[in-house]
């Protein structure tokens, strides 16, 4: 995963690195805890509109997913804690989503096609008639 993030960086500048860090790390706070992409602008010293620009460059949208790639990973173990905690505790939203995780529990969607059979005389009949108008 570290060299996924390293060959990202490379195809940024130090200020778009910069600016990718700071978007990644305000997008985890809560609402009324986040800065204005003017605030993260004037921080990094390029206007808003160049920071939003830069947003959504494809190697910063590759940068987020790689760090919440490796986040997530290193995170594992406290979110199925926290999951079998929920489970424990009767939650039964959690039980299905754990059951889901682990492959126990697939979701299924059947299809039944009621069509009518076909009489092969009939088709046979259309058939012939096709092939004489060749």
């Known amino acids: 995963m570290a060299s996924k993030l390293e060959g990202i960086l490379k195809e940024l500048t130090a200020d778009?690195?910069?600016a990718a860090e700071l978007i990644y790390e305000n997008d985890l706070l809560p609402?009324?805890?986040?800065?204005?992409?003017v605030d993260i602008a004037n921080e990094i010293g390029v206007s808003d509109r160049t920071l939003r620009k830069w947003r959504q460059l494809p190697a910063m949208l590759d940068y987020k997913s790689a760090?919440?790639?490796?986040?997530?990973?290193?995170?594992?173990?406290?979110?199925?804690?926290?999951?079998?905690?929920?489970c424990e505790a009767g939650n039964a939203s959690m039980m299905k989503l754990y059951m889901q995780t682990m492959g126990m529990l697939v979701d299924k969607a059947e299809l039944e096609i009621k069509a009518p059979t076909a009489d092969p005389d009939?088709?046979?009949a259309k058939l012939a008639s096709i092939k004489a108008r060749l």
């Open 31 to 37: 609402k009324g805890k986040r800065r204005s992409y």
């Open 122 to 124: 009939a088709v046979a």
């Open 67 to 86: 760090v919440t790639d490796t986040y997530l990973a290193d995170n594992r173990t406290r979110v199925m804690q926290a999951l079998i905690n929920e």
């Open 16 to 18: 778009q690195a910069k």
